[in-house]
């Protein structure tokens, strides 16, 4: 799997843009190949952040720009900046009902 975490940094309001984001996002990611999850969290003090995960580099990358156009578009009003992007392969996936270890 693969995991791709963005972060804005300057949001004036994180609850807003995730209640925005969260239709036109989560189009997005429903029509896109090898989705697994998307989260947000505010971080408090205008940070706000988002993990996507995939099952593979490809698909995450290809959902990616499509995620950033959209935000781009629709939510330029918010000011969210450009986000710092960290992205690599999951290697440890713990969930309540198990386990697994890449």
């Known amino acids: 799997m693969y995991m791709v975490i963005r972060k804005y940094t300057k949001v004036r309001s994180v609850t807003d843009a995730a209640r925005r984001a969260k239709r036109g996002v989560g189009e ?54 450009v986000p710092e992007i960290i992205s690599g392969e999951l290697l440890v996936d713990i969930e309540s009902h198990g386990f697994s270890v890449k």
């Open 28 to 81: 997005i990611l429903r029509q896109s190949q090898g989705f697994r999850s998307y989260h947000v969290l505010d971080a408090g003090k205008g940070v706000g952040i988002a993990v996507m995960i995939f099952d593979n580099r490809e698909s995450a990358n290809v959902a990616n720009a499509k995620i950033l156009g959209f935000v781009q578009a629709s939510l330029h009003d918010l000011d969210l900046g």
